[in-house]
Antibody
Framework: QVQLLQWGAGLLKPSETLSLTCAVSGGSFSGYYWSWIRQPPGKGLEWIGE???????NYNPSLKSRVTMSGDTSKNQFSLKLTSMTAADTAVYYCARMTDLWGQGTLVTVSS | SSDLTQDPAVSVALGQTVRITCQGDSLRSHYASWYQQKPGQAPILVIFGQNIRPSGIPDRFSGSTSGNTASLTITGAQAEDEADYHC???????????FGGGTKLTVL
């Protein structure tokens, strides 16, 4: 059974960089696009971007200037970096294989 | 604002049928997927493609599309169906995934 396990810092100060990693267990990393999605408290879901096993990426234009995604096929992992964090970036961040597989989510709070 | 439009809240009496809708231009060329999300939990896929339920999803959940509107229908709503429901699809114009704002379903 394929599962996604994600981790990363949950409390950041304004201007810091978010760094999250997601590991794919029980299945193949290749052949799929892997996404990051976020959900501000009490609000809807927002797609951040995606990466495939070759490193090909697509980013949400609204976040593109601040986002970098990378992958490590040897570890079946992929990562998200989001720079210049502000309070508006406070959200639960999910890794996912669109559309059928989601990580457990990481609450990221940006506060001074 | 969201790329797909959903009603913020819908209610249904226990055992009755409810339809949750999702509107957007991307739906003219891509099927919607529907997710159920309960408080504090990650979304769970309930419908994808033309009308496909993942394993373990009850058959009271069904999906349909007409023009730029996708619908999720729950036939015989149960108390455990009370949740937020999100739709999403692919937007070919700029190769990204888009979501609706979510619909909070209350089962009375």
């Amino acid at each position: 059974q394929v599962q996604l396990l994600q981790w990363g810092a949950g409390l950041l100060k304004p201007s810091e960089t978010l760094s999250l990693t997601c590991a794919v267990s029980g299945g193949s990393f290749s052949g799929y696009y892997w996404s990051w999605i976020r959900q501000p408290p009490g609000k809807g879901l927002e797609w951040i971007g995606e990466i495939d096993h070759s490193g090909s990426t697509n980013y949400n234009p609204s976040l593109k200037s601040r986002v970098t995604m990378s992958g490590d096929t040897s570890k079946n992992q992929f990562s998200l970096k989001l720079t210049s964090m502000t309070a508006a970036d406070t959200a639960v961040y999910y890794c996912a294989r669109m559309t059928d597989l989601w990580g457990q989510g990481t609450l990221v709070t940006v506060s001074s | 604002s969201s790329d797909l439009t959903q009603d913020p809240a819908v209610s249904v009496a226990l055992g009755q049928t409810v339809r949750i809708t999702c509107q957007g231009d991307s739906l003219r060329s891509h099927y919607a997927s529907w997710y159920q999300q309960k408080p504090g939990q990650a979304p769970i896929l309930v419908i994808f493609g033309q009308n496909i339920r993942p394993s373990g999803i009850p058959d009271r959940f069904s999906g349909s599309t007409s023009g730029n509107t996708a619908s999720l229908t729950i036939t015989g709503a149960q108390a455990e169906d009370e949740a937020d429901y999100h739709c999403n699809s692919r937007d070919s114009s700029d190769n990204r995934w888009v979501f609706g704002g979510g619909t909070k379903l209350t089962v009375l």
